[in-house]
């Protein structure tokens, strides 16, 4: 039998090390997003200009 | 109730084997010197063995049926080799709820039942001792547990079949009255004069099959009333672990945050970019006012953004220097007065060691007007561009716009602020959302799993009496 415990606590402090790095510099969705969306217009521009 | 005896095994001398006074068929007793009660499998004749007459408690004339355990089967459970020798079918009045019990016995052990309700067991031991409230009270406390009242039923014997250390006989009534606290069951049987308790813990199937590898047993259906719950033990850890978790997480994207500088950067503000309008192969272009002008003089008038509206294109602006002293995240927030028309603005930002360009693109388009006497608007005039883990080093911006909208002198009025080291609380909605979606999943199992158990029973699982249960009672009462 699986000790769920123990893979959920594994799971939950990888989890909130992410958090803490993400945190500590700076990474996140909305400027993920914000970095996709400008990858994206300028790919269009490129595109739309040549 | 002082009166009633709890459970004392009648010391009696009955016989081992005799025959039927009925039929005349051979009956062997498996408990000599303690059944009182046998029946006949011939002919379902129940005779009172401790009487040297072989008195016929109940005259009957059909054959026994197979019950799912034949009687003299042997099994061993817990530990123990018990032999069946005798089975009870209960009945709820008025209902068509019914379960089996067996009961078992052992030389040396004395007697068990193992009680049988859609496919689910559960094996009782008689206690000699009464237990404050039982049958009255919704709570009970025994060996420091909380047991909650189940069901209470007025039950009548069904069938009998094989011999039993009591006078039993079919059409026999009593109340009942179960309480659980899994996989612990107690359940009291009161007659006027006498009150049998029992306490018993739940059997798993494979367990009866195991122990019993030759009989019918019925495929167990929904949940059994005392049935532990599968997500028991581990599921309230892990229940406990999220909420933990959680609280950490809250608390670390807390402390992280206030330690962030949250600065604004660069304020860009009254500085308007000169746009200017695009060539255009229109020919009346030219002679026509420029499309999309917020301003226009007296008489003047003020087109609508049309296919034919030609293109601003702006003069980049490039920002003072700054630094960043540390991978941070930015955001940019920028607002025009842009009415009924458009602005795009491509924003990079460059490292001047590097050279390395972090492009952004903020679109804002703001229209408003009425139609049929509502007034309607879509868009803003603003927007917000994150940019994460931009590294440290010595940065400016570069802002290039384009609109169909400018002022008359060519302008389009714009602010912009970057600030740097801001809390992107976004991170800790889907760190909760990982954290707790397992505890979630787990809860809503032993809710679907306490729902199923519950109902079964005409009670809650705070010991009321549920709804619909207590509506027919008024109604009947009434």
New interface residues.
């Given amino acids: 039998m699986k000790n769920?415990?123990v893979i959920?606590?594994l799971?939950?402090l990888a989890?909130?090390g992410?958090?803490?790095a993400?945190?500590?510099?700076?990474?996140?969705?909305?400027?993920?997003?914000?970095?996709n969306?400008?990858?994206s217009?300028?790919r269009f521009?490129s595109h739309y200009h040549k | 109730m002082t009166d009633r005896t709890f459970g004392q095994r009648p010391a009696v001398q009955s016989v081992g084997a005799f025959q039927c006074p009925t039929c005349g068929g051979p009956i062997a007793l498996r408990a000599v010197g303690i059944s009182v009660t046998a029946v006949c499998r011939q002919c379902s004749t129940v005779i009172d063995t401790a009487n040297p007459n072989l008195r016929v408690i109940q005259a009957a004339n059909k054959k026994a049926f197979d019950t799912d355990i034949a009687i003299g089967t042997r099994g061993e459970l817990f530990g123990t080799m018990w032999e069946v020798i005798g089975y009870v079918r209960k009945w709820v009045k008025g209902t068509v709820y019914a379960w089996d019990e067996y009961l078992l016995f052992n030389p040396w052990e004395g007697f068990r039942f193992l009680s049988q309700s859609n496919g689910h067991w559960t094996f009782f031991k008689r206690l000699n001792r009464a237990i404050e409230g039982i049958g009255r009270n919704t709570k009970l406390t025994y060996d420091d547990q909380t047991y909650t009242v189940f069901n209470k039923d007025r039950v009548f014997v069904d069938a009998v079949q094989g011999e039993f250390y009591w006078r039993v006989k079919t059409g026999d009534e009593s109340d009942a009255t179960d309480y659980i606290c899994p996989p612990y069951m107690l359940s009291s049987e009161s007659t006027d004069d006498e009150i049998n308790i029992t306490h018993g813990v739940y059997v798993e199937p494979n367990l009866i099959k195991k122990a019993f590898p030759y009989a019918r047993l019925v495929t167990p259906s929904g949940v059994g009333a005392c049935q532990p719950s599968p997500h028991g033990s581990q599921g309230d850890t892990i229940v406990r672990l999220g909420a933990i978790a959680a609280g950490v997480a809250i608390v670390l994207h807390l402390a992280i945050s206030g330690g962030l500088p949250n600065k604004s950067v660069i304020e860009v503000t009254g500085h308007p970019i000169q746009v200017m309008p695009l060539p255009t192969s229109t020919p009346s272009a030219s002679t026509q006012p420029a499309g999309g002008a917020m301003w226009s003089l007296p008489g003047e008038t003020q087109t609508a953004p049309t296919a034919q509206t030609p293109q601003t294109d702006g003069q980049p602006v490039v920002t003072e220097s700054f630094t960043l002293p540390r991978m941070t995240n930015i955001r940019l927030d920028t607002a025009t007065q842009i009415d009924n028309g458009w602005a795009d603005f491509d924003l990079t930002l460059i490292n001047e060691t590097t050279q390395a360009t972090y492009p952004m693109h903020e679109s804002v388009s703001y229209y408003h007007g009425l139609d049929d006497g509502e007034s309607w608007h879509e868009g803003h005039n603003a927007a917000r561009t994150w940019l994460s883990s931009v590294p440290a080093g010595r940065y400016h911006l570069v802002i290039d716009a384009e609109t169909d909208q400018f002022s008359k002198d060519g302008q389009l009025p714009f602010s912009l602020t970057l600030r740097r080291g801001l809390t992107e609380w976004s991170n800790l909605w889907i760190a909760l959302l990982l954290i707790l979606i397992y505890p979630g999943i787990v809860l809503f199992r032993q809710w679907s799993f306490e729902s199923q158990r519950w109902s079964n029973s005409d009670f809650k699982p705070d010991g009321s009496r549920a709804a619909s249960i207590d509506s027919s009672e008024t109604e009947s009462d009434e």
Avoid: E, H, K, N
């Fill in positions: 769920y415990p959920f606590v799971f939950c989890t909130i992410a958090l803490g993400a945190d500590m510099f700076g990474y996140g969705i909305a400027g993920w997003m914000g970095s969306s400008a990858r217009a300028s521009a």
